[in-house]
């Protein structure tokens, strides 16, 4: 495991309609993943589009989540990257549920039959 900080990293999560509508009701986000895992897998924007197209092929009916990663070390919750040799990359975990004042933006997001998908357009690329 990996600890990079970086107070002016944003995190992404695409999530279903429905862990964002339980987020919503308990003012928290966690998904199977932090259950399950033991911590809530994120992406990084340049990570999101191919996230997408391998786990939530032909979906509709996501959301795309902005969060603030300095919100939430702020908060105490504990974000580390992980290598995953499958991406050869290394990817944002949570491991803990993410409070909703980290959340800086939202979308609907949606991932075509095959697996296309594309970025609001309002999204911020980072350098």
Known sequence: ???YPNSSQMLYRIA????WQQAQETGYFASADLVEEGFIHCSELHQVLETARRYYLGQSELILLEWDEATLTSAGI?????????????????????????VRRTWPFAVAADGSSMLPADIVRMP
């Not at 279903?16 to 862990?19: E, N, R």
Request: aromatic share 12%; net charge negative.
């Open 1 to 3: 495991m990996q600890v």
């Open 16 to 19: 279903s309609l429905s862990d």
């Open 78 to 102: 504990r974000v580390e990257r992980e290598w995953v040799e499958s991406r050869q990359q290394y990817f944002a975990h949570v491991f803990a549920p993410m409070p909703l004042a980290a």
